[in-house]
């Protein structure tokens, strides 16, 4: 049965705060980290019963808020593949979240249970961690009194980053099987992306030391650790590590921070030499920007489209080199904000397909290629290789030492990078490989496209809901009229772009432009905000 007392007696400790609504969005529940404290009780009730659905298989639990400022916090679910939990869940974890008393949540989940056919009898096991934040001890407390409420099988996997924790909940679920994903635990993480490192920059010069803004987050305790397996394969140096300074977290710093502001995070300045290039993780280490300054001192930013790019066409020539390109298919998945030069260069030489914001979107759209390339320009993204491409580089028999070589690669790559959800310290890993088999400074990768100068403004509406999008959110169909007057406008910009989205993160709308200069990309966004207040 579904322990109603036990349950009844753990809600009583975790009211729902009355004049909340809280909603189980793209990041799954996300806001001030003081008032969470029923919303992840709650969340670990439905953990176990999304286990118990499954079949006993583990799910995991996530409390971090990313690169929200400090006093945020959040909770997501993982599903036992390591990726997003299942889109028609999300509003079950919704309704469950807002029942205003005991009783409606004991009626919310007796719902659940019937609605979707769970079998109580099954066990429920679940995997949870969480970022450093202040919040992050008080709320992991009321995850595990929604554990004993349930009696789910949890296990503890402490502080540490998201697509650990992603990584984690595949490896436990493969665990023993011929898909085994890699040992469960971090060191097991550590020791594969580590080991496939080594073998691909093998009798590669060796770089000049990169510099890692950590963002004052878990990713410095990480990178930390990181740093022990990579030896001097990569010789790094951490910048804002300070994860128990009050107010530090994803302050002037971080992956988001560089994205937005397109400048240097604080703590750099004088660190860095020109062209030596240096990455930020954001709070969570699931994004990465990389950068260098000029001789002159200007900064440059490559972001999640340059990495795309980089990655895209790397692995294709692998493919090629492999003699596999008339069986393995490359492709790559965007969103609207990638820039459209970063478009424009993909397109003249693979797939590539626009979806809505989301990493789930993304996910779901690279499974469809061969190998799958997505990224979002905010830096956050992966590659995935599907079961049947993996199966050929295994039955393959290259003819040549070369074909060898670019085969023994593309098997190295898919452990080096984390299949699961984006990686910023797998990724960066990765564009490390890239760069020391181009022998690419900073320099030269950015010089593979120039980026369309491009404005991102947000405009707090009335009612963001109002703003209902089509065609991967690049057109608007309601308010009704509006799209045409944003086209009107975008037609009077050289190589103009424009599109307006409701936020799935914060209560408001956000415009994007883009232009051939950077006055006309600025002027754009600001006279389609104009239209959109
Ligand atoms: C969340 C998404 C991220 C997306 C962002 C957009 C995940 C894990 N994260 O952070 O992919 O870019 O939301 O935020 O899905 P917005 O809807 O507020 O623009
Ligand atoms: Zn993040």
Known sequence: DLHIESIKKFSELHPKPTELHFQYGTAGFRTLGSTLDSVVFRVGLLAG???????????????????????????????????????????YATSVANAPTTDALIDA????????????????????????????????SALEDGFKALGVEARDAGVTTTPILHYLVKAINTKGSKESYGEDSEEGYFRKLSEAFKKLIAGK???????????????????????????????????????SSPGALNNACGADFVKTMQRLPSGLGDLLKPGQRACSLDGDADRLMYYYLDERGSFHM????????????????????????????????????????????????????CVPTGVKHLHHAAEHYDIGVYFE????????FSQSTQDKFAKHEPSTPAQSTALNHLVNLT???????????????????????????????NSLYADLPNRLVKVVVADRNAFKTEDAERRLVSPSGLQARIDELVRKYEGGRSFVRPSGTEDVVRVYAEATNKTQADELAFRVAGLVY
């Open 205 to 243: 010069a060796k770089p000049e030391p990169l510099v890692i803004d950590c963002a004052n987050g878990v990713g410095a305790l990480a990178a930390a650790k990181f740093a022990e397996y990579l030896g001097d394969t990569l010789p790094i140096s951490l910048v804002n590590t300070s994860i």
């Open 109 to 140: 989940l007796q719902t659940l249970v019937q609605t979707v056919k769970i079998d109580l009898s099954k066990p429920a096991k679940v995997v949870y961690a969480r970022d450093t934040r202040p919040s992050g001890p008080a709320l992991i």
């Open 302 to 353: 490559l972001d999640g489209d340059k990495i795309s790019t980089l990655v895209a066409t790397f692995i294709v020539d692998l493919v090629r080199l492999a003699g596999l390109d008339s069986e393995i298919k490359v492709g790559v998945v965007q969103t609207a904000y990638a820039n459209g030069a970063s478009t424009k260069y993909l397109a003249a030489r693979l797939p590539v397909k």
């Open 415 to 445: 452990q080096l990078i984390n299949q699961t959800v984006g990686d910023a310290l797998s990724d960066m890993l990765l564009v490390e490989v890239v760069l020391a088999h181009k022998s690419y400074t900073g320099i030269e990768w």
């Open 377 to 384: 320009a905010n830096g956050h993204g992966t590659v995935l």
């Open 49 to 91: 019963l999304r286990s118990k659905k499954l079949d006993g298989r583990t799910i995991g639990v996530m409390v971090t808020a990313s690169h929200n400022p400090e006093q945020d916090n959040g909770v997501k679910l993982v599903d036992p593949r390591g990726e997003m939990l299942e889109a028609s869940w999300e509003a």
